[in-house]
């Protein structure tokens, strides 16, 4: 059975809308609703956040990170929240906080 999360924070709900194209967003909300961590757990919303901003917006994306928070979710908020600086991996979004209007 499809389990999707009754209560997802509102700028969840707002980054799904903006991102995605209307037939796109049962998908992408199916996947966070299913989405599980490598011990069976619930991801929070940090890690949520951080599958949605990590997938450029592709249903492909989205898909690939929420599988690979059963594996490593520390991949997936490098994904998420770190980009390549000169060579170097920098924290350029802390996607504990909800995401602003304009994605960040």
Do not use: T, W
């Amino acid at each position: 059975m499809l389990k999707v999360p009754l209560k997802l924070p509102e700028d969840i709900v707002d980054y799904v809308s903006r991102n995605y194209a209307e037939e796109e967003i049962p998908i992408v909300m199916a996947a966070l609703g299913n989405a599980k961590l490598h011990d069976g757990r619930d991801p929070d919303f940090r890690m949520l956040r951080c599958a949605l901003v990590g997938s450029n917006n592709s249903i492909e994306g989205i898909e690939n990170l929420v599988s690979l928070l059963a594996v490593d979710y520390r991949d997936v908020i490098v994904a998420g929240e770190y980009a390549d600086k000169d060579g170097e991996l920098v924290q350029v979004r802390d996607l504990s906080l909800p995401i602003s209007s304009d994605g960040q």
